[in-house]
Nanobody, 122 residues
Framework: QVQVVESGGGLVQAGGSLRLSCTAS????????????MGWFRQAPGKEREFVAS????????GYADSVKGRFTISRDNAKNTVSLQMNNLKPEDTAVYYC???????????WGQGTRVTVSS
């Protein structure tokens, strides 16, 4: 089980940038942070939660939703148990609550943090 705390959200104009951060505690799982794939998801008002980006354990491979490819960059620091999401050229459709999650094996954790709200004004 992994507990996460997200931060960095806010209000920004279209075309602007934000950097989200997530700090994870993996103590309850008995496994180090570096053994988890980490990801960002988001949920817009009235919509289902959707995948945004993921990064493998060593940070050598990343994956992105088509809607954010080329604008968002995910990174991690295994020494600090953190994962970040740099969001550039933000669009109003990026408005959502953003969540961090961890995956060991093939399944994402069913435990979610409180998320961090991003609002992009046009």
């Amino acid at each position: 089980q992994v507990q996460v705390v997200e931060s960095g959200g806010g209000l920004v104009q279209a075309g602007g940038s934000l950097r989200l951060s997530c700090t994870a505690s993996t103590r309850a799982s008995g496994r180090p942070f570096s053994t988890f794939t980490m990801g960002w998801f988001r949920q817009a008002p009235g919509k289902e939660r959707e995948f945004v980006a993921s990064i493998l354990t060593t940070g050598t491979r990343t994956g992105y939703a088509d809607s954010v490819k080329g604008r968002f960059t995910i990174s991690r620091d295994n020494a600090k148990n953190t994962v970040s999401l740099q969001m550039n050229n933000l669009k109003p459709e990026d408005t959502a609550v953003y969540y961090c999650n961890a995956k060991y094996g093939s399944t994402w954790s069913t435990t979610w943090g409180q998320g961090t709200r991003v609002t992009v004004s046009s």
